[in-house]
């Protein structure tokens, strides 16, 4: 026994003095998170700070073992972490200071550089031109190893989080539901990365040298994910041929399709990479001789499907990263066909460079693009349809709903991503003040609206089967001066809340035409808001989107008090308003003669 507690401490030990820079990142973003979900649930306030700094920690996690696993190939190891915590530093400045400025935009910069930094990982330590097997095996030793942290950490996870609730419940502690997030946070992050470093504890050395091919990825490879490959590989053969037949233009999602059976096919062959020479079962040498020639056809059908949603519609980001997929997906068939001494290291290495170059190459990176391409889609629909008068948009000419959409949704793309004088441009100066607020406020939901509902003689082309309309205050604070109690409206659902022995209840109904919200006093008095409800609905029920509106609240008296009920959110879906939506809110209490 105590040699195994020695073990674990000196491994332990280990991790800590090798590894100190990569903990030290799960650790800061483990804590901010749970500064984040300490903040939801205490105060109001900008918390965000905390999820920017924890997104910016948890890239630091990979970034610094990255650089961990290079400088113990070549030394430097402080330069290194050095250089890696100025780009952490720069990358945090990147990012928004205010949730309501972090849009979709920023999807696209961050998941990218995750999966950058992760590649980044694979093959850092591995770019001369020997040690193919080497790869090899340390990344098939580090698959495994995230596989078994993935394992440790939810036992670890599910099980502290168990005896937190069994204590919890057991010995009446009534503990914060805080509690049970901050736990996850930090074990989660920290408790993952510290399970997966002591895996990794003997560094690259250890994971980069020759071992027995794991019978178990042998299994799952040769009799579930190739067979399951060759399948879907005669799926998309069958739908590429249906195409030719009836002589259409592919879906726009087979795009994902294809893509997926490349990413997942090019896996495969990875995993099996040793068993080459082997004695493989057949269908895995038939599979590994015919993958990339059985792409050719394929690759033709993902271009075609891809720029006839680009020639119609523009590029976005979304389509941008599709394309360069493609791309990048054809470099790796035409590679492997012909390079004779072709190396595996070409896929994430040539996927971390065209992954870079869509991020940083100047006029040419997808944000760049995205945006150049929207503009001129903007000004295109807006010369095809004749809206441009004297170069700015006439909201009064009859326009259809389609048209109306398309206009409003290129607006809101681009005050997302901070067009500002790109669209003010397009705008009348009576148009340009009722816009300017939201453009200023990086509201770009408020602006699409706005747009939209500046038409005003517009035609009906298409039947709708639903509407959506979400209204919300646009104050997220809320004055409580003058009353004396406060309680959220999901504490009345359980036993009600009591005030000086008097109970109070809410009755209502919800998502029907005629919502029903009462507040009863003590079974007997009784405060009916649902005409209040109604009413709003009513005034909201023809537009479409989502507005704030200054405040959702009405007021009253029952009983000895006066009573202000505040909601947080409130929608109508369907057509004409059939269903209305509360969602959670306030209700404050004043005894009356008070102020």
Avoid at 253 to 263: D, E, G, H, Q, R
Avoid at 472 to 496: E, H, L, R
Avoid at 507 to 519: A, L, W, Y
Wanted: proline share 2%; aromatic share 16%.
């Amino acid at each position: 026994m105590r040699q195994k507690i020695t073990e674990i401490f000196g491994k332990t030990g280990t991790v800590l003095s090798g590894y100190p820079m990569v903990l030290l990142m799960a650790f800061l973003g483990a804590v901010s998170l749970m500064c984040f979900a300490h903040g939801n649930y205490s105060a109001n306030g900008n918390y965000f700070v905390f999820i920017r700094f924890s997104l910016v920690a948890s890239l630091g996690i990979s970034l610094m073992f990255a650089l961990k696993i290079l400088s113990q190939r070549i030394g430097r190891g402080l330069l290194l972490e050095t250089a890696g915590v100025a780009f952490l530093i720069f990358f945090y400045f990147l990012l928004p200071d205010k949730e309501k400025y972090f849009g979709e935009r920023y999807a696209f910069l961050i998941i990218p550089t995750f999966i950058l930094s992760h590649l980044l990982v694979s093959f850092i330590a591995f770019m001369d031109g020997k040690k193919e097997l080497n790869f090899w095996q340390y990344n098939k030793n580090l698959f495994i190893n995230i596989f078994l942290t993935a394992v440790f950490t939810g036992v670890l996870t599910g099980g502290v989080e168990l005896a937190i609730l069994a204590v919890d419940k057991l010995f009446d502690f009534n503990f914060n539901d805080r509690y049970y997030t901050e736990t996850f946070y930090l074990l989660a992050i920290f408790g993952s990365c510290f399970i997966f470093l002591l895996f990794n504890e003997k560094g690259l050395k250890h994971l980069e040298k020759d071992g027995n091919y794991p019978l178990i990825l042998k299994f799952f490879t040769q009799y579930i994910l190739i067979p399951l490959l060759l399948i879907y590989l005669v799926i998309l053969y069958f739908y590429s041929a249906k195409i030719l037949i009836n002589w259409e233009l592919p879906r726009g999602w087979v795009s994902y399709l294809i893509l997926a059976y490349s990413l997942v096919g090019i896996f495969a062959l990875l995993l099996v990479y040793p068993l080459k020479k082997d004695s493989t079962k057949s269908w895995v040498k038939i599979f590994s001789k015919i993958f990339y020639f059985t792409l050719l056809p394929l690759i033709i059908l993902l271009f075609t499907a891809i720029f006839t949603r680009i020639l119609e519609y523009g590029y976005t980001e979304a389509r941008y990263f599709v394309l360069l997929l493609a791309l990048w997906l054809t470099s790796v068939v035409l590679y492997f066909i012909f390079v004779k001494n072709s190396t595996i290291k070409y896929v994430p290495v040539s996927l971390f460079v065209f992954g870079l170059f869509a991020l940083i190459f100047p006029f040419l990176n997808a944000f760049s693009v995205a945006k150049r391409s929207q503009s001129a889609e903007l000004q295109s629909i807006l010369i095809s349809n004749n809206l441009l008068k004297n170069g700015k948009i006439d909201f009064s000419k009859k326009v259809s709903d389609t048209v109306a959409a398309e206009v409003s949704d290129k607006f809101r793309f681009l005050a997302e991503r901070q067009e500002k004088e790109v669209l003010m441009n397009f705008l009348a100066t009576s148009d340009k003040k009722v816009i300017a607020e939201s453009l200023n406020d990086m509201n770009s939901s408020g602006v699409q609206n706005q747009v939209r509902n500046r038409f005003k003689n517009v035609q009906e082309t298409k039947k709708l089967t639903s509407r959506h309309v979400e209204l919300v205050p646009a104050n997220k604070f809320q004055d409580v001066s003058g009353y004396d109690y406060v309680s959220t409206i999901d504490s009345f659902y359980d036993k009600g809340v009591t005030i000086h022995n008097d109970v109070f209840r809410i009755i209502h109904t919800n998502g029907v035409e005629k919502p029903h919200f009462e507040i009863t006093l003590n079974g007997k008095e009784k405060l009916d808001v649902s005409e209040f409800i109604r009413q709003t609905a009513d005034k909201n029920k023809n537009k479409t989107g989502r507005f704030e509106v200054p405040e959702i609240s009405t007021e009253g008296e029952l009983g000895d008090y006066q009573i202000k009920i505040i909601f947080e959110n409130l929608t109508i879906e369907g057509m004409n308003g059939q269903r209305i939506y509360f969602n959670a809110g306030y209700v404050l209490f004043r005894k009356n003669g008070k102020k």
